[in-house]
């Protein structure tokens, strides 16, 4: 871990015009934005998760490229719920495989959860291209091929998913979400938490716990937090979601205004 949390990447950046010297100023971003590229080469990402991944870049310069005390609470949070629930899933899709894989597979050892590849530009061969990913990093039955059941209310691939994973479980912990399936699960009632960067989307409006944080940071964050927590049901009583979104709008207001002096 470095000095801003980072769960920097063992390789050396590089690509075929640029080597990524450790004295870099942007060095840990460079690394993470270099990984997506990777795996869009790979086949892993696909091209509009390198869009994704530069809104989401944006937003994490205005907190700081950190974990701030609002991120923090959500994870606990999130922790929280998936202490309680019965039927905890990890959604997972390209740019969250490759960034947070590994993390993505620890935790779900930790919380006895299931993994699901669920993907909005669905295509079997980077299902399992994300899923020997996953396995590589000791992941184990890895959901997502078996397309047997159906998101209501989406019209688009992202609706497909596992009987066994998305559609059964009751908490389902979503990184780097898109708002209607976030929307969908809500409608089926069960309970979502997402990673978000972005504190004013769809997503991070309508679900239940939203960790306004990168993601590299936040999975191992709800790791910590889950084996550290006594009395979830206490936890979960006083969470205003709102509330903490409106804290990290309040903390970026506040940061560009002292930033500029105004």
């Known amino acids: 871990m470095t000095s801003k949390g980072f769960a920097t990447p063992k390789r050396f950046a590089t690509s075929k015009k640029l080597v990524i010297p450790k004295s870099h100023p942007r060095y840990e971003s460079?690394?993470?934005?270099?990984?997506?590229?990777?795996?869009?080469?790979?086949?892993?990402?696909?091209?509009?998760?390198?869009?994704?991944?530069?809104?989401?870049?944006?937003?994490?310069?205005?907190?700081?490229?950190?974990?701030?005390?609002?991120?923090?609470?959500?994870?606990?949070v999130s922790a929280a719920y998936l202490k309680i629930?019965?039927?905890?899933?990890?959604?997972?899709?390209?740019?969250?495989?490759?960034?947070?894989?590994?993390?993505?597979?620890?935790?779900?050892?930790?919380?006895?959860?299931?993994?699901?590849?669920?993907?909005?530009?669905?295509?079997?061969?980077?299902?399992?291209?994300?899923?020997?990913?996953?396995?590589?990093?000791?992941?184990?039955?890895?959901?997502?091929?078996?397309?047997?059941?159906?998101?209501?209310g989406i019209e688009h691939d992202r609706a497909i998913c596992s009987y066994e994973g998305i559609y059964s479980g009751d908490v389902i912990l979503v990184p780097l979400e898109d708002g209607d399936r976030c929307e969908a699960l809500k409608k089926m009632g069960k309970v979502v938490l997402t990673v978000d960067l972005n504190p004013l989307s769809r997503t991070a409006r309508n679900a239940d716990v939203t960790i306004v944080d990168n993601v590299t940071r936040a999975i191992p964050n709800i790791r910590k937090h889950y084996t550290e927590?006594?009395?979830?049901?206490?936890?979960?009583?006083?969470?205003?979601?709102?509330?903490?979104?409106?804290?990290?709008?309040?903390?970026?207001?506040?940061?560009?205004?002292?930033?500029?002096?105004?």
């Not at 870049?57 to 609470?73: M, N, P, R, S, V």
């Not at 620890?106 to 993907?119: H, R, S, W, Y």
């Not at 903490?244 to 002292?258: E, M, S, V, Y």
Request: with cysteine; proline share 1%.
């Open 30 to 76: 460079l690394m993470l934005r270099n990984l997506i590229v990777e795996g869009m080469e790979k086949g892993i990402v696909h091209i509009t998760g390198l869009i994704a991944h530069g809104r989401g870049e944006a937003f994490d310069y205005l907190i700081g490229e950190k974990t701030q005390l609002f991120a923090d609470e959500a994870a606990k």
């Open 229 to 262: 927590i006594k009395k979830p049901e206490e936890i979960i009583k006083k969470w205003n979601n709102r509330k903490n979104l409106q804290n990290a709008l309040d903390f970026i207001c506040k940061r560009l205004k002292d930033f500029f002096h105004c």
């Open 85 to 152: 629930a019965k039927k905890p899933v990890i959604s997972v899709n390209g740019n969250t495989a490759i960034l947070a894989g590994k993390e993505i597979v620890k935790l779900a050892e930790e919380i006895d959860a299931k993994i699901e590849v669920n993907l909005f530009h669905r295509s079997e061969g980077r299902i399992r291209k994300i899923v020997e990913l996953l396995e590589k990093e000791g992941g184990k039955n890895i959901l997502g091929l078996e397309g047997d059941a159906l998101i209501q």
